[in-house]
Structure formats: structure tokens, C-alpha cells
């Protein structure tokens, strides 16, 4: 059965930084892209960035660039969202999902259930 | 990249048929065929329940249907269960290797 279980998220001051993890299992790993998306409280859900199966192409929604940085350990099935510089709306449950294919996702097929990240003082 | 536009809700009566529309440009929907669906209940995470524009994954009720046209994508709800009360997104790869979702609609069952 595939699955997908995040953590990482809590409580940060505006312009610090967290670590967000996802470990996946039961498929093969690097046979997948995997992808970040946000949904702030009450809001819609926001695409925030996607790394390759192995790990060699990543992309990043304009408003993270320079800011996030995705990446993945494929001996370890994780990939995570280093967070740097945070700000008020960056706050939002981070949703990682599993991408249909190896490089370019044709879709997000599998879902975690998601972990809050709140930047706040 | 601008999200893709999407009518904040809509709503039928049970057992009736629904369309969502999903608004976009030649640089997303237009151009690309990795045009998806998902449906969100209140407090659960997002389910896949289409995939290249009209494509459903194993276990998804084939009342659920999905087409393009041009820059315009569409969901159809057909025979309207309570059970399909939520929130759908749609979402498209971009000519900026980027993804964009819609803002969401919001399925109410009269």
C-alpha cells in the first residue's frame, strides 16, 4: 500500500527557518517525482515545488525561490522542504504528494495527510 | 503564474449532473495534457480523481468525468450524491515547469 507521512511542521518566528520530511512507502521510491503543496487556513491549495526521481531536477513556485530548497535521500524513501526566512504567508498545512511519473508529474496521485507550519511571533 | 480560474461553488440536487469549469491560458491548459482533478473533504487531504484531462485512476466513480476544450478543462458530476459534497481543485503543468492549481469550487448538495 502506498503511503506518504509528513512531519516537520510547528511553530516558527517570522524569518526563521524549518525542516519538513516525508517518507514514503510502499512502491519504488526513485521511480517517482515527489512534490510540496501548501493550502493556508481557509484557502485553496497552492503548488509549491516538485524534485525529479532522482533527484536531478528540481522546480519551485516563484514565491519560495531562493527560500526553499527540495530535496531527497532515495536510500531512505524521504524528501524534504528546507524552509528558510519564513514569513506570515508561508504559514499552511504542507501537503507532500507522490507524482504519476519519474521526472515531470502528470499528476499527484498519492497524498499525506499534511503538516501545519505556523509563522508567527 | 496566476491561478486558474474556477466558480466558487456550485450546487444541484441529488441524482442531478454538474459541470466545473477550469479557466486557463495557452502557457496551462491550453498547451499541456497534464490536467488534473481533485476532490477535498473538509478536513482530509486532497484525492486524485482525474488525470490527463479524462483519465480516472483505479477505485474512482465513473460518475466523474473530465474533458478539454482549448483553454478550458471541465469536471462532470453525474447522479449527485450526497457524498460528493466538497471541494474540487483543478490543476495544470505550465510552459514555466511549474504547476498551477484553480482556486477551488465548493459542491453543495441541495
Given at each position: 500500500?502506498?503511503?506518504?507521512?509528513?512531519?516537520?511542521?510547528?511553530?516558527?518566528?517570522?524569518?526563521?527557518?524549518?525542516?519538513?520530511?516525508?517518507?514514503?512507502?510502499?512502491?519504488t521510491f526513485v521511480n517517482y517525482?515527489?512534490?510540496?503543496?501548501?493550502?493556508?487556513?481557509?484557502?485553496?491549495?497552492?503548488?509549491?515545488?516538485?524534485?525529479?526521481g532522482?533527484?536531478?531536477?528540481?522546480?519551485?513556485?516563484?514565491?519560495?525561490?531562493?527560500?526553499?530548497?527540495?530535496?531527497?535521500?532515495?536510500?531512505?524513501?524521504?524528501?524534504?522542504?528546507?524552509?528558510?526566512?519564513?514569513?506570515?504567508?508561508?504559514?499552511?498545512?504542507?501537503?507532500?504528494?507522490?507524482?504519476?511519473?519519474t521526472?515531470?508529474?502528470?499528476?499527484?496521485?498519492?497524498?499525506?495527510?499534511?503538516?501545519?507550519?505556523?509563522?508567527?511571533? | 503564474?496566476?491561478?486558474?480560474?474556477?466558480?466558487?461553488?456550485?450546487?444541484?440536487?441529488?441524482?442531478?449532473?454538474?459541470?466545473?469549469?477550469?479557466?486557463?491560458?495557452?502557457?496551462?491548459?491550453?498547451?499541456?495534457?497534464?490536467?488534473?482533478?481533485?476532490?477535498?473533504?473538509?478536513?482530509?487531504?486532497?484525492?486524485?480523481?482525474?488525470?490527463?484531462?479524462?483519465?480516472?485512476?483505479?477505485?474512482?466513480?465513473?460518475?466523474?468525468?473530465?474533458?478539454?476544450?482549448?483553454?478550458?478543462?471541465?469536471?462532470?458530476?453525474?447522479?449527485?450524491?450526497?457524498?460528493?459534497?466538497?471541494?474540487?481543485?483543478?490543476?495544470?503543468?505550465?510552459?514555466?515547469?511549474?504547476?498551477?492549481?484553480?482556486?477551488?469550487?465548493?459542491?453543495?448538495?441541495?
Amino acid at each position: 500500500e502506498v503511503e506518504v507521512v509528513e512531519s516537520g511542521g510547528g511553530l516558527v518566528h517570522p524569518g526563521g527557518s524549518l525542516r519538513l520530511s516525508c517518507v514514503a512507502s510502499g512502491f519504488t521510491f526513485v521511480n517517482y517525482a515527489m512534490t510540496w503543496v501548501r493550502q493556508a487556513p481557509g484557502k485553496g491549495l497552492e503548488w509549491v515545488s516538485a524534485i525529479s526521481g532522482s533527484g536531478g531536477s528540481t522546480y519551485y513556485t516563484d514565491s519560495v525561490k531562493g527560500r526553499f530548497t527540495i530535496s531527497r535521500d532515495n536510500s531512505r524513501n524521504v524528501v524534504y522542504l528546507q524552509m528558510n526566512s519564513l514569513g506570515a504567508e508561508d504559514s499552511a498545512v504542507y501537503y507532500c504528494a507522490r507524482g504519476s511519473t519519474t521526472v515531470v508529474p502528470r499528476a499527484f496521485d498519492y497524498w499525506g495527510q499534511g503538516t501545519l507550519v505556523t509563522a508567527s511571533s | 503564474q496566476s491561478a486558474l480560474t474556477q466558480p466558487a461553488s456550485v450546487s444541484g440536487s441529488p441524482g442531478q449532473s454538474i459541470t466545473i469549469s477550469c479557466i486557463g491560458t495557452n502557457n496551462d491548459v491550453g498547451n499541456y495534457n497534464y490536467l488534473s482533478w481533485y476532490q477535498q473533504h473538509p478536513g482530509n487531504a486532497p484525492r486524485l480523481i482525474i488525470y490527463d484531462v479524462s483519465q480516472r485512476p483505479s477505485g474512482i466513480s465513473s460518475r466523474f468525468s473530465a474533458s478539454k476544450s482549448g483553454n478550458t478543462a471541465s469536471l462532470t458530476i453525474s447522479g449527485l450524491q450526497t457524498e460528493d459534497e466538497a471541494d474540487y481543485y483543478c490543476v495544470s503543468y505550465t510552459r514555466s515547469t511549474t504547476w498551477v492549481f484553480g482556486g477551488g469550487t465548493r459542491v453543495t448538495v441541495l
